[in-house]
């Protein structure tokens, strides 16, 4: 018999310092290359506003992958871009973990946990792996009473990420062939370093196409931004610093008001953060609130994982006596919200289980910097590289 294994996404240190920058330039590479992948396959079923946190598909799918074998280990490394030596992997993300921790300026948090079938016994080393790696919480979990086992799971995320995701699965998912159910769950919240003065906001229009515009509350502010113009991508880029200098906002604006479009057809380019100069720019930019919720079992089928979801999954590095697992599931939730003090942006996934510088400030007129058309825009984590928010807004 096949059981089964739920994923739910919400978001050893090295001997020394260049090692351990090595290690976080490696993850930061791959890492960007998967987010695009994502980013990609959503643009097939998302048409309007949208937000994802690849980051925390990557943690669990990564937590995942340290009970995969054979295929199923080869499919998940290759699409995470992880390396091939389990050894690597866990320093990777024990590298990884520090920077994921919150400051006085600013809060930022990444959880994971893994919700155990009563009666399941788990693998010593992937336990070891899971807790010791990853600090993943661990609990037993009665999923033959699925409503009251996905009401504690969704209490867990809605903890974690300040009750900004709610209902992240639903009993209907949890049966009594479910074994695991593995969630992260990331959460930020922070204020901008030149914040907007409520009493500036104003209601506009924004263009949704070159014609039609909806009127929206858009927050205006003119002072010193890092600002960028890009030629090949016929867009311009704009930084929000938030307070610390750890995490940004980066908004990628194209020049048309229908740019958007050609725009993702270089994401990997729009996404690569440019190298920005200081300018007095003009900023308008809305007021937003964005929550998305993303099935990961299509988007990881087209970019590679095959086997995971099938009878013929490996994941015997899971189970103490190497039971027949797949996955049956992977599930995101993600939530954003811009206003003039800041950002709050959230999320969880999960995967269930069944068995089977100086600045020089120029005397000029201030650039323009006007996001009252489609754009796109994600939160780097500036010392890692990565963004770990990704999303588009297309209309109000």
């Not at 919240?189 to 909806?214: A, C, E």
Request: hydrophobic share 40%; glycine share 4%.
């Amino acid at each position: 018999m096949q059981f089964n294994l739920l994923i739910l996404i919400f978001g050893l240190l090295s001997s020394s310092f260049a090692e351990d920058s090595q290690i976080l330039k490696e993850f930061s590479t791959g890492y960007n290359e998967f987010t695009s992948d994502v980013y990609k396959e959503l643009l097939k079923t998302n048409s309007g506003n949208f937000i994802v946190c690849p980051l925390s598909a990557d943690i669990i799918l990564a937590l995942t992958n340290s009970g995969a074998q054979g295929q199923t280990a080869k499919e998940l490394t290759t699409i995470l871009r992880l390396p091939e030596n389990p050894d690597k992997v866990q320093e990777m993300f024990k590298a990884i973990s520090p920077h994921l921790q919150s400051s006085e300026k600013y809060t930022l948090s990444s959880a994971n946990k893994i919700y155990i079938k009563k009666g399941f016994e788990i693998n010593d080393q992937y336990k070891k792996v899971a807790v010791d790696v990853f600090d993943s919480e661990m609990q037993n979990i009665d999923f033959s009473d699925n409503e009251a086992a996905a009401s504690e799971i969704n209490r867990w995320v809605a903890d974690k990420t300040h009750n900004k995701i709610q209902n992240l699965i639903s009993s209907s998912m949890l049966n009594d062939d479910t074994r695991t159910v593995l969630i992260n769950a990331i959460y930020f919240h922070g204020k901008w370093i030149h914040q907007f003065d409520t009493r500036d906001t104003l209601m506009l229009p924004f263009y949704v196409n070159s014609k039609d515009h909806v009127d929206t509350d858009m927050m205006r502010l003119t002072d010193q931004f890092e600002y960028y113009e890009s030629s090949e991508l016929n867009a311009r880029f704009l930084k929000l610093d938030y307070e610390g200098g750890d995490v940004s906002m980066h908004i990628v604006l194209p020049n048309e008001r229908e740019g958007l479009a050609d725009l993702e057809e270089k994401i990997a380019v729009a996404l690569a953060s440019p190298n920005y100069s200081y300018e007095k720019v003009s900023v308008l930019i809305p007021k937003f609130v964005i929550e998305t919720q993303i099935k990961f079992k299509p988007i990881l089928q087209a970019i590679g994982v095959k086997s995971a979801f099938e009878d013929y999954a490996n994941f015997r590095g899971v189970g103490a006596k190497q039971e027949n697992l797949k996955i049956s599931e992977v599930v995101q939730k993600a939530f954003i919200e811009v206003e003039e003090k800041g950002t709050t942006a959230a999320a969880s996934t999960a995967v269930l289980q069944i068995q089977t510088l100086s600045i020089i400030i120029p005397i000029n007129p201030p650039k323009k910097f006007h996001a009252d058309h489609p754009f796109l825009f994600y939160l780097r984590l500036n010392k890692l590289g990565i963004n770990f928010f990704v999303g588009r807004y297309k209309s109000p």
